[in-house]
Nanobody, 126 residues
Framework: QVQLVESGGGLVQAGGSLRLSCAASGSISSIDLMGWYRQAPGKQRELVAGITRAGSTNYADSVKGRFAISRDNAKNTVYLQMNSLKPEDTAVYYC????????????????????WGQGTLVTVSS
């Protein structure tokens, strides 16, 4: 009932910038938390940045001062601006969202879901 589609990944040189986007679609009532995670080969998936509906943010220590997360609630979209990229930022980046969806109309029925995108690859060359 809900899909997250990431875009904006690619190949960039160290010191460069990329902007990732993640758009949610489906029978959405509301979206609470949205976040970006990443997973490098042989490593655990880790939280990069998160943002509440009201705009409060948190970041992994490794990206503070370099990355910025934002969202457009009207478009159900979250962004990750990545500056001063380093080779160690190379990973598949995944969008995550906590979504309340409409599953029935008579009576009105809702369900809370945590939804993941399929990921977008970011490669930073030295």
């Amino acid at each position: 009932q809900v899909q997250l589609v990431e875009s904006g990944g690619g190949l960039v040189q160290a010191g460069g910038s990329l902007r990732l986007s993640c758009a949610a679609s489906g029978s959405i009532s509301s979206i609470d938390l949205m976040g970006w995670y990443r997973q490098a080969p042989g490593k655990q998936r880790e939280l990069v940045a998160g943002i509440t509906r009201a705009g409060s943010t948190n970041y992994a220590d490794s990206v503070k001062g370099r990355f910025a997360i934002s969202r457009d609630n009207a478009k159900n979209t979250v962004y990750l601006q990545m500056n001063s990229l380093k080779p160690e930022d190379t990973a598949v980046y995944y969008c995550n969202a906590g979504v309340t969806v409409v599953v029935g109309l008579l009576p009105p029925t809702y369900r809370y879901l945590e939804v993941w995108g399929q990921g977008t690859l970011v490669t930073v060359s030295s």
